[in-house]
């Protein structure tokens, strides 16, 4: 899942959350694998929620995989 999707999702539901690494990833080669990747982080309270809540959670224009 995109990164700014996946942000954009959990601001919906209320969380905080941020995207980081982005522009380091994009601007140079390799850079995302060895920055550990482009991450969406929240604040360590909202960890577990915001990972179930993406987990179970399917986006409308997605259909659900049997």
């Not at 942000?7 to 920055?35: C, I, K, N, P, W």
């Not at 909202?46 to 659900?64: G, I, N, S, V, Y």
């Amino acid at each position: 899942m995109d990164a700014q999707l996946a942000r954009s999702r959990l601001e919906a539901a209320q969380f905080h959350a941020v995207v980081t690494h982005e522009l380091s990833a994009l601007s140079m080669d390799g850079y995302a694998l060895a920055a550990g990747g482009i991450l969406v982080q929240v604040p360590e309270d909202e960890a577990a929620d915001a990972k179930e809540f993406l987990a179970a959670d399917t986006p409308p224009d997605e259909p659900e995989k049997d």
